[in-house]
């Protein structure tokens, strides 16, 4: 036992630091760097052949399991072919993945943000079906909106193509509405909006009364305001404009 575990354990440090080419093959695939493995070989080499004095059976059974058990803990039996066989499979089908659609599937994964300091903004996109100026005009005079910026088809510098009916269709605008930014435009045959709703929340059930009053006004209303256990006014709406809302003032937590 202790003669083979020698043996072994000789002819992988030799192997590590001649680096066939099969060896190396397997190195990258597994997503070892390359350049390191002639050192590991070295240091291998050398600390097998200082241990290759003990005679005793006992000592090379304990050598040689507690190489085997090192090197399947820690991943640098890497040139062995049947280490290399059995884990390779081994974390294939637990992975869901089988020969090269591990190395594929490592190249496609879609990268995780590194920098938590990544700053970043979510708004909310509206489509009109034409509308928008008129929209944004309305939700000044009842919500107390601010439009920032709005600009037609026909202030684009690209004009070719534009179809005259479009030139005074708002192709970008802003607005600002209880502290969120919205943007939106004109867009061709626009639906009305669906499974998505603009959230209104406010500090009375006047106000709430108010408000929900003035955008149900020629549109469809899906919930008529009323009290609920979390809200004392809560409605749901869509507007003339196609535009979904929630109209609700909850109640103290």
Known sequence: MSTLAILFMVMD???????PPFVLQTT???????????????????????HAMPRTAIFGAILLTAYLGGAVASGVRISAPLFNILSTRLCSRRMGF??????????????????????MKLNTYLNFAGNCAEAFRYYEQ???????????????????GMKP???????HATIAIGGTELSAADIPDAEPM???????????DAE????????????????????????????????????????LHQRPM
């Open 98 to 119: 089988a020969g090269n659609e591990e190395s594929t599937a490592r190249k496609n994964a879609i990268p995780l943000i590194k920098d938590k300091q990544t700053m």
């Open 194 to 204: 669906r499974s998505a709703y603009l959230t209104l929340n406010l500090d009375s």
């Open 13 to 19: 440090g030799v192997m590590k630091l001649l680096k």
């Open 208 to 247: 709430a009364e108010r408000i929900f009053a003035a955008l149900s006004a020629g549109g469809q209303i899906f919930m008529p305001l009323q009290e609920t256990f979390f809200a004392t006014r809560f409605g749901q709406l869509r507007d003339r404009f196609g535009m979904n809302w929630m109209v």
């Open 28 to 50: 990258i695939q597994l997503g070892y760097p390359e350049t390191p493995i002639a050192g590991i070989g070295v240091a291998l080499l050398v600390s097998r052949l200082l």
């Open 165 to 171: 009916e479009w030139k005074d269709m708002v192709l």
């Open 142 to 160: 009842h919500l107390g909106g601010k439009t920032g910026m709005m600009m037609t088809h026909g202030q684009a510098p690209d004009q070719s």
